[in-house]
C-alpha cells in the first residue's frame, strides 16, 4: 500500500541546482511536490533527471510557469500547503539592465503570493533568498552579519555593473517585497538566504557556486572565485528550507550558512586529497583582487532547532565525486 503523503507543497524553479535537490529531499520525506519549469518556445526541457527520482512517478508533477508570466504560477499551487519559491532571474553572461532583472523577479514573486493568497489552501511560503541580500554594505568585511543586516542597494550600485551584482540587488528589493507583502497581506512568509552553496547535484549544468570554489580543477584560469566565502553543504539548504515548512511558528528571515571557507582551505583539502588538481598559489589569487564576502551567523535557524550535517570538507569531496561522476573531472 502507498504511504500517505504528507501534503502537496509546490516548488518553482525546480530545474535548478537547489530546487532540484529540495525536490529530491521532499519526496523522500514523503510530501507530493509540483515542480515549476520554465518552459522554451524552441526546445523542451529534459527533466527526466527530476522525472527519475525515487517517489517522483507517484508523486511529483512537473507544470510550466515563467516568472515573466505571473499567472502561470497559479494551477501549480492550486491545492498546496505550501510554495518554495526559489526560482530567480539569474543572467549572469547576457547583463540585462538591473532595473529589468528586479521587476520581473518583484513582479514575479508578487504574482506568486497572490496566488498563495487566492488559493485558500497555502499555509506558509518559503522564499529562497540569498546571502547577497545582507553582506552588501560599507561596513567591514570582517563583521558577522545576521539577520538585521540588508545590503545597501546603493551600495551595491557603486561597483562596477555585473550580473552579479545586479543578482544582489535583485534578491536584496524581492526579499523586501515579499516580507512586507505577507506582512501587509497575512499570509505567512518566511525567508531563507543560503551562502555559497557547494555539494552534489541532480541539475544537468555544472552550478555556478561549485565552479567557482573548483575553477582551478576544471582548469579554468581566470574565473570570478573568492578569497573568502561562508559556505553551506546543498543538503542542509534544502533541509533547511523544509524544517520552516515544518516549523511551528518561523518568524521572517534565516540565515543558512554552515562555515566560512577561504581559498587557503579549500586549497589545503584539495592538495592532500586530491593532488592532481594544480592549486594557483595564494599570493597569484591575492594579486587578482578576488572579493571576501562576510560572515554570516546562523544562530536564528540554529536556535530554532535546526542542525547541520554536513561540514567543510564533505562539501569539497561531494561537489568533487560528483563532477567525477558526470564527465566534468
Request: charged share 25%.
Amino acid at each position: 500500500m502507498a504511504e500517505e503523503s504528507k501534503g502537496r507543497v509546490c516548488v518553482t524553479g525546480g530545474t535548478g541546482f537547489i530546487g532540484s535537490w529540495i525536490i529530491k529531499t521532499l519526496l523522500e520525506y514523503g510530501y507530493s511536490v509540483n515542480a515549476t519549469v520554465r518552459s522554451h518556445p524552441e526546445h523542451k526541457k529534459d527533466v527526466s533527471f527530476l522525472t527519475n527520482l525515487p517517489g517522483a512517478s507517484q508523486k511529483l508533477q512537473i507544470m510550466n510557469a515563467d516568472l515573466n508570466n505571473p499567472e502561470t504560477f497559479k494551477d501549480a499551487i492550486e491545492g498546496c500547503m505550501g510554495v518554495f519559491h526559489v526560482a530567480s532571474p539569474m543572467d549572469f553572461e547576457k547583463n540585462e539592465p538591473e532595473e529589468i532583472i528586479t521587476k520581473r523577479a518583484i513582479d514575479g514573486a508578487l504574482g506568486i503570493l497572490k496566488a498563495c493568497l487566492t488559493s485558500k489552501t497555502v499555509k506558509r511560503v518559503i522564499y529562497t533568498s540569498s546571502a547577497s541580500a545582507c553582506s552588501f554594505n560599507s561596513k567591514e568585511v570582517d563583521e558577522v552579519k545576521d539577520e538585521c543586516a540588508w545590503s545597501d542597494v546603493d551600495y551595491l550600485r557603486s561597483f562596477k555593473k555585473s550580473g552579479f551584482w545586479n543578482y544582489a540587488i535583485s534578491k536584496t528589493l524581492t526579499e523586501k517585497a515579499v516580507l512586507e507583502f505577507g506582512e501587509r497581506n497575512g499570509l505567512d512568509v518566511v525567508t531563507l538566504l543560503p551562502t555559497f552553496v557547494v555539494g552534489p547535484f541532480i541539475c544537468p549544468n555544472l552550478p555556478d557556486s561549485i565552479l567557482s570554489t573548483l575553477y582551478f580543477a576544471f582548469g579554468e584560469k581566470e574565473t570570478t572565485g573568492y578569497l573568502q566565502t561562508p559556505m553551506v553543504h546543498v543538503d542542509d539548504v534544502a533541509r533547511a528550507h523544509i524544517f520552516l515548512l515544518e516549523h511551528p511558528n518561523p518568524k521572517g528571515r534565516y540565515n543558512c550558512s554552515a562555515c566560512m571557507a577561504t581559498l587557503e582551505k579549500v586549497f589545503q583539502v584539495l592538495s592532500v586529497k586530491y593532488p592532481q588538481f594544480q592549486a594557483p598559489s595564494i599570493d597569484s589569487l591575492r594579486e587578482r583582487n578576488h572579493p571576501k564576502f562576510p560572515d554570516l551567523s546562523s544562530m536564528k535557524l540554529r536556535e530554532a532547532g535546526f542542525e547541520f550535517k554536513h561540514g567543510f570538507e564533505e562539501m569539497l569531496e561531494d561537489a568533487i565525486a560528483c563532477c567525477k561522476e558526470k564527465g566534468y573531472l
